[in-house]
C-alpha cells in the first residue's frame, strides 16, 4: 500500500482525497465508526456534491437490501413466467387450451368466425406422420388443373364444400412445363412425375437426349428414365396401375415404356423406318419387357392396340383417334402363356362380372382389359355384368390383390377421361369425371381404414397438367356452373359461367347474325354440350397453370410450397426408402435432419 502522508488530516487546508486516501477512508468508516468525527473533507471539484460516507450508509442500509431481495425475486418471476409461456405457446395442442374472446355478432358474421375457429383448431392441432411409408397410392386426375377442380366441387358439393382430397392436411402446387414446351403433353408430364425427370414433348421414359420420333437416340440405355414402379420393384414391393383410358396411353405408358413419340401404342402408329431400327411399341413393351412383366396390376382399356383386328360395338366402340393393332399379335393371350409359364397365380378379366367374381388374395399378377380403346365415361357406362368398370371398382380390386405382400405396394390411379372430355369441350363430362375421382379417393380411404393400413400409406392427389377451362364472372352464389353468368358488352348475347380459352368449335359464330351465337338456344346442361371458346383449334389444348398436389399419411409433410413436377418421384422415393435411398446413408442422414 502506498505510503501515508504526514500532513495532519485536520489540517486548516483542506485537500482533495485521492482515490487511494477514499478507500482508505471508507474501510476505517466500516472499522471504527468514531473515526468519522476527525475526518475534514474538502469540497469535492464539479457538481457532484455526494457525499461517500451516506452513500456507504445507504449501501448498507435496510431499504437497501430489501430493494435488492425484491428486484431478484421479481426478475426471476419474469424469467420464469417467460420461459412457460414460450414454452406453452410453442405446443398449443389443442385448441381447448387457445383462449379468445368471445362476441355477439349477426348472424352473417357469426358464421364465418365459427367456421374461421374450427379451421384453426385443425391447424394447431396437427400432428406429423413421420414414419416411413410402407404403402404408396398416387391419384392422377389428367387434366385435372384448378379451374377444373373448383368447377367440379361447386357441381358436386357447392361452393362451400370440399372434395375428399381438399381435406388432406399437406398440399402443394407443382410446376408443370416440360424440357422444350412452356404447355406440356401427359406423357412428357407423366414422365416428370413418376421419373423425376423432365423430358421433351410427347416423349416418355426417355430424357431431353432424345427427341421427339428419334428411334436411334432412344435406344440408348443411358437416355433411359426409370420410374418409382421399376425402384419398388427393385426392392421387392407389389406394383400396379389402374387406368380409364388404354393402358398404352401417355400416363400409364411413362410408368414402364421407353419410347420416344407416344403414338407408337401398337405397330401401326409407328415408321417402318423405327421399327426396321428395332424400336418397340408401348403395347410389346408392356408385355413382353421386365419391367412391364412384373408389373402385378394391369387395368384399364387399350384392347386394340394388345390384340389385332378386333371389332367395336355399340356399347365397346373402337377409339378412331388412336391406332389399331394389324400385325396379328395377340398380347393378352401371351400374357397369360408367360403366367403360366412362370408358375404364379394370375387372372385375366374384362368385364364387370369377372372383376366382381375375382378373389384379388387368390392371385399376385391381374390383367383387367375392360375395351376396345378407352373406357366409356362413367354416366355412359353399360353397369351390367357384361359391362365396363368403375374407377373406384377397379381400385378396390387392385388393392386386394397389392395387399397380399408383407413389402407394401406401389397403386398408380389415373382418371384419364377428365382430360378427354376436356378435349371434346365437354364440360359437364369433364366435372363428372372428377367427381367419380374423388369417389375413388373415398372408397380408398375406407378400405385403408378397414384393413388397418391408413397409418402407414402415403396417398397423393394430384394433376399431370391442366386445360384452359375458365370461370367467368359474376353469376350468383348457388347458380349452376354449367349455367349463366352474365351478358357480353358488345352485342348483348349471353355467355355462360364456363367457357375454354381454346377448342375445336372456337368461337362459335351464329350465320345469320355474324356475332357470337347465343349459347340460350342450346341445351347448355347437357352432356354433350361444347362449351363455347375464343380460339378455334383442332381440339381443346391443354393449359400451363401450376397443378395442385395433396397428400396425407406417412410422410405427407414432404408436399408443401411450389415444386418442380419432378420432385414428386423423389420424395416418393425417399417416403419408401426405394430407388437411390434404398438402404442409404442419405435417406439416414435426412431422416435425422427431421425434428420429431
Known sequence: MEKRSGTPINSQKSRKLSDVDMTEVQLNNLEDPSAKETVEIGSLQ????????QQTKWFRSRLFLISVVFSALLITAMCIGFVVHYGM?????????????????????????????????????????????????????????????????????????????????????????????????SFSTATALFGGVKVNYETGGVDANVPLGNCTASLKEDHHVQTILKWAQVDGMRTGFV????????????????????????????????????????????????????????????RQMLVSDVTGSAGDPLDTWAGQSKDGRDLIRDWRQKKEDEGVSHAVVQNNRELWNLNGQDVDYVLGIFANGHLMYDHERDRSDAGMPSLSNMTL?????????????????????????????????????????????????????????????????????????????????GSSILGLAGNSKT??????????????????????????????????????????????????????????????????????????????????????????????????????????
Not at 464539479?46 to 460516507?53: A, E, I, K, R
Not at 411409408?133 to 387434366?143: P, Y
Not at 415444386?563 to 442422414?589: M, N
Open 46 to 53: 464539479g457538481n457532484d456534491q455526494s457525499n461517500p460516507v
Open 89 to 185: 405457446s410453442g405446443d398449443v395442442g389443442d385448441m381447448e387450451t387457445v383462449s379468445y374472446w368471445p362476441v355477439d355478432l349477426p348472424k352473417e358474421q357469426q358464421g364465418w368466425y365459427d367456421q374461421g375457429i374450427d379451421e384453426l383448431q385443425k391447424a394447431v392441432s396437427r400432428q406429423f406422420n413421420r414414419r416411413r411409408a410402407k404403402n404408396v397410392i398416387l391419384f392422377v386426375g389428367d387434366g385435372m388443373g384448378p379451374n377444373t377442380v373448383t368447377a367440379a366441387r361447386i357441381l358436386g358439393v357447392k361452393e362451400e364444400g370440399l372434395l375428399r382430397w381438399e381435406k388432406f392436411p399437406d398440399m402443394g402446387l407443382l410446376k408443370t412445363y416440360c424440357a422444350d414446351k412452356q404447355v406440356p403433353d
Open 243 to 302: 387406368t380409364t383410358t388404354r393402358v398404352t396411353h401417355a400416363t400409364p405408358a411413362a410408368l414402364y415404356a421407353h419410347v420416344p413419340d407416344r403414338r407408337w401404342e401398337c405397330e401401326s402408329g409407328m415408321p417402318a423406318e423405327a421399327q426396321g431400327q428395332g424400336c418397340m411399341d408401348i403395347a410389346r413393351q408392356l408385355i413382353e419387357q421386365p419391367t412391364g412383366q412384373s408389373i402385378n396390376v394391369i387395368m384399364g382399356g387399350g
Open 397 to 477: 380390386k387392385a388393392l386386394e390383390v397389392l395387399g397380399n405382400s408383407d413389402k407394401g405396394f406401389l397403386l398408380v390411379v389415373e382418371a384419364g377421361l377428365i382430360d378427354q372430355a376436356h378435349h371434346r369441350g365437354n364440360a359437364r363430362k369433364a366435372l363428372n369425371e372428377v367427381l367419380e375421382l374423388n369417389a375413388a379417393v373415398e372408397s380408398t380411404l375406407s378400405f385403408l381404414k378397414t384393413t388397418d393400413r391408413l397409418d402407414e400409406t402415403l396417398v397423393i392427389v394430384t394433376a399431370d397438367h391442366s386445360h384452359s377451362l375458365t370461370i367467368n364472372g359474376h353469376p350468383d352464389r
Open 491 to 596: 352485342e348483348g348475347t349471353p355467355y355462360t359461367t364456363l367457357t375454354y380459352g381454346t377448342s375445336y368449335q372456337g368461337f362459335q359464330v351464329d350465320p345469320q347474325t355474324q356475332n357470337r351465337r347465343d349459347p340460350t338456344a342450346d341445351d347448355i346442361t347437357a352432356w354433350e354440350y361444347t362449351q363455347q371458346a375464343a380460339i378455334n383449334t383442332d381440339e381443346n389444348l391443354h393449359g400451363g397453370s401450376d397443378v395442385t398436389i395433396h397428400a396425407d399419411g406417412a410422410m405427407s409433410y414432404l408436399f408443401h410450397g411450389v415444386h418442380e413436377q419432378s420432385y414428386v418421384a423423389h420424395a416418393i422415393s425417399y417416403a419408401l426408402r426405394i430407388g437411390r435411398f434404398r438402404d442409404s446413408s442419405i435417406a439416414e442422414t435426412l431422416a435425422e435432419l427431421t425434428p420429431i
